[in-house]
């Protein structure tokens, strides 16, 4: 059975509001957080011609919270394709904020903290203890669709030998069924994937249809081979929650990201 975490069940670590998935943390073998608004950054950090800086304090504040260094955080250039980074050597020369166009990134680095920005879309953790080897991914329905979950999971097995029974998996908040709602458009391209989507959308009236977005990831990731009870789910609508989540659809294109992140700890024995 999948582990769910409620909105209850949200911590604080200095500023920083944040959830956790609680078989992720007793590995004891990463770091990781689903950061609420409080750790995000806003639109006009991106904007404003301070950018840079803003976004390097915002950085080092969740490094210093989390206890890693903050040129040592990765986020992508998240463009909702299905490209998938793989990060296997140390960074150097450390360039701070250095971004790459992907929408998941692997490493088995302990010194990486791998980072992913949203604001709706679904935020996915994947950790292999074993190996060790840690994953992100960002799949918004593009992304979904393209099948970018089962495609990291892929990647794993074959570049790091990982078996997917062995991989623990936490997924964000995203924006939920109560509220993940569709036109025809997006629901045709939809339904002509080839995707099992009529177990994650109902009609919900005249050209208009929802979809469970995060389920559809969890059924790709099962497809895959990944076991439900090594699967949690930070069960928090962002449009339900915008009093501590960024939602795009809540609050259009002036919303700010939450970050989500994940680190293997480098004080762990490679086995
Ligand atoms: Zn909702």
Redesign the pocket.
């Known amino acids: 059975m999948i582990q769910t975490v409620g909105r209850d069940d949200v911590k604080t670590l200095g500023d920083i509001t944040y959830f956790e998935a609680p078989p992720l943390k007793a590995l004891g073998v990463v770091n990781h957080a689903f950061c609420t608004k409080s750790g995000g950054f806003s639109q006009g950090m991106y904007s404003s011609p301070n950018s840079g800086s803003a976004k390097a304090e915002e950085h080092a504040r969740l490094a210093n919270t989390f206890g890693f260094e903050p040129q040592r955080l990765i986020t992508m250039d998240q463009v909702h394709g299905d490209r998938i980074r793989i990060m296997d050597k140390p960074l150097i020369p450390l360039r701070p904020f250095s971004n790459c166009r992907s929408d998941a990134l692997l490493t088995d680095q302990p010194d990486i903290a791998i980072g992913v920005l949203t604001a709706d879309c679904v935020p996915i953790l994947l950790v292999d203890p074993k190996r060790p080897v840690i994953g992100i991914i960002h799949a918004g329905w593009r992304g979904t669709l393209l099948g970018i979950a089962q495609k990291a999971i892929h990647k794993m097995t074959h570049h790091f030998g990982t078996h997917p029974g062995d991989l623990f998996v936490a997924i964000g908040p995203s ?6 709602e569709v036109d025809e458009a997006v629901m045709g391209l939809v339904c002509s994937s080839g995707w099992n989507w009529q177990a994650f959308s109902r009609r919900k009236g005249m050209g208009k249809w929802v979809l469970n977005l995060a389920r559809a990831n969890i059924d790709q990731m099962r497809d895959r081979g990944m076991r439900d009870e090594k699967c949690c789910w930070i069960r928090v ?5 915008t009093d501590i989540l960024f939602s795009y659809r809540a609050e259009g294109p002036a919303t700010g990201e939450q970050i989500s992140f994940i680190q293997l700890r480098g004080d762990i024995d490679r086995v």
Do not use: S
């Open positions: 924006i939920g069924e109560c509220c993940y609508c962002t449009r339900c929650n």
